[in-house]
């Protein structure tokens, strides 16, 4: 008797063990089903064409890999923050680092802009919550494309926005003219925001954005076009580094350009919420600072505007964790922003 029992426990875990295979192979293939059917979709909307058959196949498996890493993200525990299938998802990481980034940090220390002290450092009169958007001071999100010309949407994101702060008109201006005529810059091969600051000082100002289009690559610079510029700096002043309070003290005022580590896995699919995943600081990309708040559960965030088209983030923007235990902030976000003065 001993030994029936034994074979009917043997058996039964036997057909249990059998059944778990058999659905897993029914749901496997379904499974791929729908990220094929998925992928075909995402094909469409993004309007993404291969060269061949064999170039689809690798990015198919790309594509698979990172839908899976986003739906097991977002099914995990709640961080705060979402992570979404977007136009980068039939890139590796690496891939995406080297066509969406473009910001270079400087090989030798420049002049800190104008020389003077830092002109927000005794501003005490902070509100809680800000939004350069709702005064007005920022124009609609842009997409940089396959140029890492992030260092110029910077800074011109910051210079529209105090051109509206002094002039009181919000004008688009021209981030091909950067990318083309600034030659202490590498255009689509990256650049500072500091040094085009100093060119735009030194010309006297940007043409709009109408003259001037953006055309996603470089060109050879159209001085004629440069001949009536629509908006121009005095100068600009670099934010004291490592120093959220001093970043604050500057947002407060103005639209900032921010320099942050914008390459991570996490950071590619960002969708929602307060970002708080883990970074370094080896920054790479640049944004806009154009606000800051704190959400209903209490979370200090500051609003970044990005230039990788509305359909990433928030519509463009990332809101990311503020005030955090790294002087460098999250991100390294307060390593090496900077403004320009009108």
Excluded at 125 to 141: F, G, H, N, S
Excluded at 309 to 326: A, F, K, L, N, P
Aim: charged residues 20%; glycine residues 8%.
């Amino acid at each position: 008797m001993a030994k029936q029992n034994k074979f009917s426990v043997l058996t039964s875990t036997t057909l249990l063990v059998i059944i778990v295979s058999i659905s897993e192979m029914l749901c496997s293939p379904l499974e791929e089903q729908q990220l094929l059917k998925q992928h075909e979709e995402w094909m469409a909307i993004h309007g993404r064409i291969y060269k061949d058959a064999i170039e689809k196949a690798k990015r198919l498996e790309i594509f698979k890999e990172n839908v899976k890493r986003i739906n097991a993200f977002n099914n995990g525990k709640d961080v705060g923050y979402k992570l979404a299938v977007n136009k980068f998802t039939d890139l590796t990481n690496e891939e995406f680092r080297a066509s969406s980034t473009g910001y270079k940090r400087p090989t030798r220390v420049l002049s800190s802009g104008d020389e003077k002290p830092f002109k927000y450092a005794n501003f005490t009169a902070i509100p809680a919550a800000l939004d350069w958007r709702t005064k007005k001071a920022v124009t609609p999100v842009k997409d940089q494309g396959d140029c890492g010309s992030c260092w110029a949407f910077s800074a011109v994101a910051a210079m529209e926005g105090i051109t509206m702060i002094k002039k009181g008109k919000l004008v688009p201006l021209s981030v091909q003219e950067l990318v083309d005529c600034d030659v202490d810059d590498n255009g689509c091969h990256g650049g500072l925001m500091d040094r085009a600051f100093k060119f735009i000082k030194s010309k006297g100002g940007l043409s709009t954005e109408a003259n001037y289009p953006y055309q996603a690559n470089n060109g050879t610079c159209n001085t004629a076009k440069m001949a009536n510029p629509a908006a121009s700096i005095t100068g600009y002043q670099d934010v004291p580094a490592n120093n959220e309070k001093a970043l604050l003290q500057a947002v407060a005022n103005q639209p900032v350009s921010v320099a942050i580590e914008g390459s991570g896995l996490n950071f590619q699919f960002y969708s929602s919420g307060v970002f708080s995943g883990s970074c370094g600081t080896s920054i790479d990309h640049a944004v806009t600072a154009v606000g800051y708040g704190k959400t209903s559960r209490g979370t200090k965030y500051w609003l970044l505007k990005n230039s990788w088209g509305t359909g990433w983030g928030e519509s463009g923007y990332m809101r990311i964790q503020r005030d955090v235990s790294s002087k460098a902030g999250l991100c390294g976000l307060a390593m090496e922003a900077s403004y320009p003065t009108a």
